[in-house]
């Protein structure tokens, strides 16, 4: 951003605008981040996908689980589904909460 006013070339007023305009490019760009579980701004995510098939059954072979080496990674995958919105949530995590 420092290069729209490094220039003496450049007034400060079109040094502004010129970095409003990249601002609203670069953020454009989100518009194309699609993640599969979640979904993006415009599609849903995979409703069938759970934290533990993204993170778990991806990434670790059985031997590795049975060795624990899933075992912070479970950890995290337990966490996300309180960050879930309350309608997404397991029902087991309801019952709990009792």
């Not at 670790?60 to 049975?66: C, D, G, M, P, Y």
């Amino acid at each position: 951003m420092a290069l729209f006013f490094t220039s003496p070339d450049i007034p400060t007023y079109d040094g502004l605008m010129y970095m409003g305009f990249t601002i609203i490019a670069v953020t454009f760009l989100v518009v194309f981040i699609h993640f599969p579980m979640w979904g993006s701004m415009f599609f849903p995510g995979d409703p069938t996908i759970t934290e533990e098939d993204y993170y778990i059954k991806k990434e670790f072979t059985e031997e590795e689980i049975k060795e624990g080496l899933a075992v912070s990674v479970q950890k995290f995958c337990n966490n996300s589904h309180g960050e879930r919105a309350p309608q997404h949530r397991p029902a087991a995590e309801e019952a709990t909460k009792v």
